[in-house]
């Protein structure tokens, strides 16, 4: 049974279509990875499924439940939990109080829950040495750490990643793959946008490819990435 289900969604901007009667379906434990240029829509589709933005057509279902009409904060305790581009941590609060503040309003536990969730996830994360740090003075490769962190600290069935692993450097980009592995192994279900290709390889289980706000292409990783059209759209070469 899919766990996210998206029927025929549109989004307009004026007269720009950003995302174009876009169906999908992820089921439970799956790594979706999703591909394409800049501008094609990937980060929309995201907004949508987690109620940043409202769609103008289709239905958005989780876990056999229509939610198309619910706010952000309600889809993320329902499970869908995210992390953004560019990391939204609050930047004079430590390391550890992000992660309670996530577990107290997204998991809604107590604080004596939110406490231990928040140490856990610092152990999952290896972000326990900066626990006291201020969250807006860490590195990149940390603040990434946390934004998937906070995520986490929501205790989502579903986890959408936008970008996670850019701006890091080849080692930093393996680390964050490692995690994600243990993650997946754990039973969380994740759509991943990633212009990181071969990482994203390294985890998903299916590839969906969009452009123009349109699927593409969708199918097993090794049969996407030999697409004629996907080579000449998104690597830029001819077949």
Sequence with gaps: MALLTLTHVSKSYGALKVTDDVSLSVTEGEVLGILGPNGAGKTTLFNL????????????????????????????????????????????????????????????????????IAYDVLQQTGLVRYANQ??????????????????????????????????????EAQELVEELKRIKASGITMIWIEHVVHALLSLADRLLVINFGKTLCEGQPEAVMQDAEVRRVYMGLEA
Excluded at 85 to 109: D, H, K, W, Y
Excluded at 159 to 165: S, V, W
């Design 134 to 171: 201020a969250a807006g003075s860490m590195t990149l490769l940390n603040r990434k750490r946390l934004e998937l962190a906070r995520a986490l600290a929501t205790r989502p069935r579903l986890l959408l990643l936008d970008e996670i692993a850019g701006g890091l450097t080849e080692h």
């Design 49 to 116: 499924i987690s109620g940043d933005v409202s769609v103008d057509a289709g239905e958005v279902e989780f876990d056999g439940r229509r939610i198309t009409a619910l706010a952000p904060y309600e889809r993320c305790r329902g499970g869908i939990g995210r992390s953004y581009q560019v990391p939204q941590p609050f930047g004079a609060m430590s390391v550890f109080e992000n992660l309670v503040t996530a577990a107290c309003f997204g998991a809604q536990v107590s604080e004596k829950e939110a406490w231990d």
